[in-house]
Nanobody, 122 residues
Framework: QMQLVESGGGFVQAGGSLRLSCAAS????????MGWFRQAPGKDREFVAY???????TYADSVKGRFTISRDNAKNTVYLQMNSLKPEDTAVYCC????????????????WGQGTQVTVSS
């Protein structure tokens, strides 16, 4: 069973930056697509970004141009660099690992981390 542990969340002012990390256990990290999802109070969990095993990335329209997803297979880690943060980015951010398309869907992922809180003040 793969385990995922997020870190790097915290409090930041609007316009600021934050870098989230997701460390994975297991021997097959490099064959998984890795995704970031977020859930704000009273809202459904929504897709943020994913990166394929080959390094191709896709972003939700709401974060395009501001967030960057990357991975380091040697460290079994995926990152989410968040710049120009807005109050509406406030949410619990979770990373996930999956092998089934489409990678934008919550129900296509097999493993999930516990989440890390990101709070952006205005």
């Amino acid at each position: 069973q793969m385990q995922l542990v997020e870190s790097g969340g915290g409090f930041v002012q609007a316009g600021g930056s934050l870098r989230l990390s997701c460390a994975a256990s297991g021997r097959t990290f490099s064959i998984y697509a890795m995704g970031w999802f977020r859930q704000a109070p009273g809202k459904d969990r929504e897709f943020v970004a994913y990166i394929t095993p080959s390094g191709d990335s896709t972003y939700a329209d709401s974060v395009k141009g501001r967030f960057t997803i990357s991975r380091d297979n040697a460290k079994n880690t995926v990152y989410l660099q968040m710049n120009s943060l807005k109050p509406e980015d406030t949410a619990v951010y979770c990373c996930a690992a999956g092998v089934r398309l489409p990678y934008t869907r919550v129900d296509k992922y097999d493993h999930w981390g516990q989440g890390t809180q990101v709070t952006v003040s205005s």
